[in-house]
């Protein structure tokens, strides 16, 4: 796919954040997605592509946008087919709250090659680059956790484990101190934390738990950019959502997941853009004379090449990012 798509995903995902920060710390979640939802599908109909959602914001009859199966871009004749991923609004009630790392994520591939994951839970864990190959989802915790430190070359008690803070990761959490690990719960943001992973600034070095199984493709896609190790197992919680996993193609709910039943190829693209402050990137700032400034980041899995830009938007330009 062409190199300059990478370019073309980072506007997506500043008009979705631009549209959504104006919300921060407002206490409207649902006001502050539904922004987001409409900027990315705006700047996504300026796009030379034939896609489709494999990722979105609910079935037709849940989302008006951005629903899985919606056809989006120009679609022009020779467009590319692609498949899309996103979640316009990565941390919802963080942006209702005011609290940080929300962001903005979009990942993209040809046609065929994001798996079409169900709305349901999924068990992960996730490493960044030095610890790929050292992971097992079927593993005892401790043993992961041995495996993780020793490619690290760390002591078990310096290892730092992320894990959203609910009540189903009681059992885990407990296991995790047992075995000398230090924990850094999070509240809201599933893409984030697996993509902190991939940073030795962030100071995480696994992800652990159970989360949502679209954010768990995004998650997938962007590690397998940036040569981490990303592996999942959907957790249907009833017949209801063993059923849905069949009629998705997904015969075996039990499978592991690996990068490439995922994200499968090397022609893969992440974007993502800071709504809030974060560990991995600034959020949304306004300046001056209604100019605002985004911070993002953009990788492919062919290169591997991560590059951070910083934009400065000229918002009387931009009249549809009006706060």
């Known amino acids: 796919m062409d190199r300059n798509l990478a370019l073309n995903l980072v506007r997506v995902t500043e008009a979705a954040a631009l549209s959504s920060a104006s919300y921060l710390g407002r206490g409207d979640k649902i006001a502050a997605d539904q922004a987001a939802v409409d900027g990315m599908r705006k700047m996504f109909e300026t796009l030379n592509i034939d896609g489709s959602v494999v990722i979105g914001e609910g079935e037709m009859d849940e989302a008006p946008m951005l629903y899985i199966g919606e056809e989006i871009g120009k679609a022009l004749e020779g467009s590319i087919k692609v498949d899309i991923a996103?979640?316009?609004?990565?941390?919802?009630t963080a942006v209702a709250k005011g609290l940080p790392n929300a962001i903005a994520v979009v990942a993209m591939a040809p046609r065929g090659c994001l798996l079409h994951a169900p709305d349901m839970y999924m068990d992960k864990i996730a490493v960044g680059p030095k610890a790929r190959g050292s992971i097992d989802i079927d593993a005892p915790v401790e043993e992961n956790l041995?495996?993780?430190a020793k490619a690290l070359k760390k002591d078990i008690s310096d290892l730092t484990v992320t894990i959203i803070d609910r009540p189903r990761h009681d059992e885990l959490i407990d296991k995790i101190r047992k075995a000398?690990?230090?924990i850094k719960l999070f509240s809201d943001g599933d893409v984030a934390a697996a993509i902190a992973t991939c940073f030795d600034h962030s100071?995480?070095?696994?992800?652990?738990?159970i989360g949502g199984a679209p954010e768990g493709v995004i998650g997938a896609a962007a590690l397998k950019c940036m040569g981490g190790e990303f592996q999942g197992r959907l957790y249907p919680y009833n017949d209801e959502e063993r059923e849905r996993?069949?009629?998705m193609g997904l015969e075996d709910p039990n499978k592991v997941l690996t990068m490439e039943d995922l994200a499968k190829g090397n022609?893969?693209?992440f974007s993502a853009t800071g709504i809030s402050d974060g560990e991995l990137l600034k959020g949304v700032v306004y300046h001056e004379n209604n100019t605002a400034k985004t911070y993002s980041m953009v990788t492919r899995a062919e290169t591997g090449t991560i590059r951070f830009v910083e934009a400065i938007h000229k918002l009387d330009k931009k009249p549809e990012y009006a706060k």
């Open 146 to 148: 041995k495996a993780v």
């Open 203 to 209: 100071g995480v070095d696994i992800l652990m738990g």
């Open 86 to 92: 996103v979640d316009p609004l990565d941390g919802t």
């Open 180 to 182: 000398g690990a230090r």
């Open 267 to 269: 022609e893969i693209f």
């Open 245 to 247: 996993c069949k009629k």
